[in-house]
Structures are given as structure tokens and as C-alpha cells.
């Protein structure tokens, strides 16, 4: 419930605080005395967008607050989720809008985001506004009323998570199957790279052993010759180097006796000796082991230019470079070969969800189908009773080819006024008082099932008059005993049936004008009524007939 609203330079108010009761408020006033800038500054702190030019002029910011008590809405868990501190007995939301277009909200003064604020807004007041009678018309709207009337809330809701299960591995399927069709085509190419580097059996390390194998074969008659110089300066015949040394070693030797030093350079030579005595064994057996081999050569280096080649086709720097790309390409052959088992399995649990989601759509169907002749009995009552003697009511379904977030069902209201015209959808053949009307009654229904604490219409009255106009407002005096209603009416039927009495004028102040609001004395209500009556001018009639409205009440 709406308990007050305090509005701080919007639009032509500069300051205003106004209270709200419980059962049925009317606000009147002349025509652009500023009633929809009160509904509009009401807007903003239920969530809608904010704009900077409605900003009081010669001003930097407006502030808009609204308190709420919160103990029929059953929200505990929407703050607990949010982390907002929760008072059930006074909640106080709050909106505060620069002319640097920069606005800022807040629920019991911690900063939420504006998604937030409307998603809490719509659960504390159903605000109907002139061009909401359009709605109406809107199919979709016709649908979510049904399911409000039909009390299928859980039913609908069960059915939105089969069908977002079924649509989300559905979306799977196609991006996998669509990832198929681009391994198909890859597939054959992928398999003649894999098979070129499959075939050539690389080993690790092998460029390198290769080509140092073609470096000796291409210089082997170098090779030979060095080592054979080698070979034949260590010990060769003549004055060979092993035959020196040991001609070194045995002088060194026969001086030990009387020089003692000398053995310590005889074991040193000896050992020279034994290393290049090695040294030309090791050399005449690499001698012995290099020969200039053609065929030999032929391989290698055709080996060496497979490698090479491979290595330029695939951009690698290395055999084991190659190697790592073999083992890349067989992991992705074997990916496209389990992406198709995948396939069949996710193709299998589509069609489990799909038929899931068709049975929950189903019993929503029932369920709403459940409630279409009540509804349209007790929609067709409230017709005759605002003065429709011969309206007819249908609610048509017919299924969707295929389901959507909805269900499986399409709703369209079907509505004549006359005898003898046939039923047609509401928007072909409801006039606007025709209309508002049906909206009302409609609405009346739909709060109260699912008793939404504050309801607002704002002119919902537009097109009717006189005893029409006052059976409408006893439809939302009614309607008052469950919960909150507040109308903002043109209309002395309506107003005179308010349990409270608001009025919107506007105040000429030096160069400035402002908008006011205020709440009516008993006095000051009957002169009001009066002036809806009558007109510019009220009469000693009009105060004596708003007397009797009032008193009647």
C-alpha cells in the first residue's frame, strides 16, 4: 500500500507531501491542473526512465519518495536475494534525477539498479493509464490475463523451465550440427595431412643426425685425408710423434736415479703418450669407417627433403614441431569422429525434452482451458451490469504451430455489444467507452485474484457517464475492500464514491506557476463535486446534488 508521496522540484512542483489511506482515494481536478505529473513522478520511483527536462526549471536535481508498507506483499525473499534491508511496515523508495541526465535510485537508502527498482515496482502497484486500454487489444496481454484468472502461475511456471531446457539443447544441437557440417568438409583435408606426416614416420632428433650424416658423406674424401695425416704424424714411419715421445720417456726415465724430478715428467709424457696413441686408434678406425657412399647420399638427402618440405607445408620449425601437429590432427580427427556419437546422444535427449516440454504445455492448456467459462460468465455479468444488457464475452484458443515461452496457446478476446452483431476480436468492434468498460471489469478480476495490494486507474472512466459511470464506480469501491484503490476521474459519479477526496489545481505565485495537491475537507469535497457538476460556474443545484451524492454514499 502507498502510504505517502513526496515530490521535490518535478515538473511545475516545487514541494509536495501527500498521505495516502487504505480503501478507495479519488484525485481530481481541471484539466492540466497537473494530474498526470503526479502519476508521472509516481513512475519514477516504480522504475521507469527518467528524463532531465522535467526537472523544475532554474533547478539541479528533483526527488521523488515514495513510502510503502509492504506487510500483504510477501517479498521477504525478493530483499533477502538483493541483500536490501527488509521493514514490512515501511519501505521507502526513493529517486533522484540531475539535469546532467545522471539519476541515481535507492530502497530504504541503499543504491539499487534501476531493473530492480521496476521489478519491485510492478509487484506494489498496478498502474493503469489511459492508453493501457490499448492493451487490451494485444494478444499477449489477453494471454497473461487468462493465466492470471486461470491461477496458473505454477503451471505456466513449470512449463518455462521445460521449454527454456528444450529450447537451450535444441540451440545446442544446431551449433553442433552446423560444426559437423564444417568437419565434413574439413574432414578429407585434415586426413591427407595427417596421412603425409603419418606416412614419413619422423622420429625426434632425426634432421639433425641426417644432416650431419650428409655433411661427412659430401666431405668424406676430406675427411679421409685429414685423418690419415693424422694418423701418419702420430705414427707413421720415420720421425714419428709416438716414437719421439717414447724416445722422451725413456731419457726422462734413465735420469730418475740422480734426478728424481724426472719421474713425475716421464709419467706425465707416458700418459701423453697412451692419450695419442688412442687418438690415432680412434682415427684409423674413422678412416677405415668413412667412404664417399653416392647411394647413401641420394637417401639422405632425399629424406632430409621430405622433412624440409614438411616443415615449409606446415609452417614448423622442427621435426618435433611436425610431431606435435601429427598429434593435433589426429585428436581433431578423433574429435570429428566422437562429435557424431555426440550428435546421436544429444539428438535422443532433444527429443526427451521436447516431449517434456509438450506435456507441460499441455496441462497449462488444460488448466487455462479450465477457467475460460467461468471467466467469460462472470466478464459477461460485469458487462450487463455497467449497463451492456446484450454484451457477449468469448475467450477464443487455438494452438501455435509451434510452442513458444508461453505455452502452446493463443488467446484472443472475442466481445459484441449488440444482438445481432457477430463476436469479433476486441479491437475490431469495441468502441473507446466500450472498452473501458470491458478494461475495467477485467481488471477488477484480475486483482482480485491475485490481490495486488494498490491499483491506480488513471480516467479508466474515459467515454462513459451517468449511471454507467457510476456503477463503474462501485465496481472499484468494491474492489477497495481487498485492497487499495486510487482513481484519477473527471467524472462526480465516480469521485463522490471516494472514501477520501484529493485535488489537483494549479497556483500562480509572482512569475511562476505550481502545481498543488491537497486533501479535500467534507466541505471542501462537496464544493469540488459541485464544480464537476456544473461547471465553471456552481450552482445552488450542483452543491445540493453533490450533497446527495455524497450522502448516499
Not at 98 to 108: I, P, Q
Not at 293 to 308: C, F, H, K, T
Not at 317 to 333: P, T
Not at 467 to 476: F, L, Q, R, V, Y
Request: proline share 2%.
Amino acid at each position: 500500500m502507498l502510504k505517502s508521496l513526496a515530490i521535490e522540484n518535478y515538473a511545475l512542483i516545487d514541494s509536495l507531501q501527500i498521505d495516502f489511506d487504505k480503501g478507495f482515494s479519488v484525485i481530481t481536478g481541471e484539466t492540466g491542473a497537473g494530474k498526470s505529473i503526479i502519476l508521472g513522478a509516481l513512475s519514477l520511483i516504480l522504475g521507469q526512465r527518467a528524463d532531465s527536462r522535467f526537472i523544475k526549471q532554474n533547478e539541479q536535481k528533483c526527488t521523488i519518495e515514495g513510502i510503502f508498507d509492504l506487510s500483504r506483499y510477501d517479498l521477504q525473499q525478493f530483499f533477502d536475494e538483493r541483500e536490501w534491508e527488509y521493514d514490512p511496515d515501511e519501505c521507502i523508495l526513493r529517486r533522484e534525477i540531475w539535469t546532467n541526465g545522471k539519476s541515481r535510485a535507492f530502497v530504504n537508502d541503499s543504491p539499487v539498479y534501476l531493473n530492480d527498482l521496476k521489478e519491485l515496482g510492478d509487484r506494489l502497484i498496478d498502474v493503469h493509464s489511459q492508453h493501457q486500454n490499448l492493451s487490451l487489444n494485444d494478444n499477449l496481454y489477453q494471454l497473461n490475463a487468462l493465466d492470471i484468472l486461470a491461477d496458473s502461475k505454477e503451471e505456466r511456471e513449470l512449463f518455462r523451465r521445460a521449454f527454456q531446457e528444450y529450447e537451450a539443447c535444441r540451440k545446442e544441437l544446431i551449433d553442433l550440427q552446423e560444426q559437423s557440417r564444417k568437419n565434413r568438409e574439413e574432414a578429407d583435408y585434415l586426413q591427407f595431412q595427417f596421412d603425409n606426416l603419418a606416412g614419413a614416420k619422423l622420429q625426434a632428433g632425426e634432421q639433425e643426425r641426417l644432416e650431419a650424416e650428409l655433411e661427412t658423406i659430401t666431405h668424406a674424401e676430406e675427411i679421409k685425408s685429414s685423418l690419415f695425416a693424422v694418423t701418419d704424424s702420430l705414427s707413421g714411419e720415420g720421425d714419428s710423434v709416438e716414437q719421439r715421445l717414447k724416445t722422451i720417456a725413456d731419457r726422462l726415465k734413465g735420469i730418475q736415479r740422480v734426478f728424481p724430478v724426472a719421474s713425475e715428467l716421464g709419467q706425465r709424457v707416458e700418459s701423453a703418450y697412451i692419450e695419442l696413441k688412442e687418438v690415432r686408434i680412434e682415427a684409423e678406425r674413422y678412416f677405415d669407417g668413412i667412404e664417399y657412399n653416392a647411394g647413401r647420399q641420394q637417401l639422405v638427402e632425399e629424406r632430409l627433403s621430405l622433412i624440409y618440405d614438411l616443415q615449409k607445408r606446415h609452417s614448423a620449425s622442427s621435426v618435433e614441431k611436425l610431431l606435435e601437429i601429427q598429434e593435433q590432427l589426429e585428436n581433431r580427427l578423433k574429435g570429428i569422429q566422437s562429435l557424431d556419437e555426440h550428435l546421436d546422444l544429444l539428438e535422443k535427449e532433444m527429443s526427451e525434452k521436447q516431449q517434456a516440454m509438450l506435456q507441460r504445455a499441455e496441462i497449462l492448456s488444460k488448466k487455462r482451458g479450465s477457467a475460460l467459462q467461468p471467466v467469460e460468465k462472470l466478464l459477461t455479468e460485469k458487462l450487463i451490469y455497467l449497463g451492456m444488457p446484450n454484451a457477449r464475452f468469448r475467450i477464443e484458443v487455438t494452438s501455435k504451430s509451434n510452442p513458444d515461452m508461453t505455452g502452446k496457446d493463443s488467446v484472443n478476446f472475442l466481445f459484441s455489444a449488440n444482438k445481432n452483431s457477430p463476436l469479433m476480436p476486441v479491437a475490431q468492434v469495441a468502441s473507446g467507452g466500450e472498452i473501458s468498460r470491458l478494461m475495467l471489469c477485467l481488471k477488477s478480476m484480475i486483482a482480485g485474484a491475485t490481490a495486488l495490494p494498490t491499483v491506480i486507474f488513471d480516467e479508466i472512466d474515459t467515454g462513459t457517464s451517468g449511471e454507467i459511470a457510476d456503477k463503474m464506480g462501485s465496481i472499484m469501491q468494491d474492489m477497495a475492500h481487498d485492497m487499495q484503490v486510487i482513481a484519477i476521474t473527471h467524472l462526480p459519479q465516480i469521485a463522490a464514491k471516494g472514501t477520501k477526496h484529493y485535488t489537483v489545481y494549479k497556483e500562480d505565485r509572482d512569475e511562476t506557476t505550481l502545481t498543488r495537491m491537497s486533501l479535500l475537507t467534507p466541505d471542501e469535497r462537496v464544493m469540488e463535486i459541485a464544480r464537476m457538476l456544473s461547471g465553471a460556474e456552481v450552482t445552488d443545484q450542483a452543491v445540493e446534488n453533490a450533497r446527495v451524492m455524497l450522502g448516499s454514499q
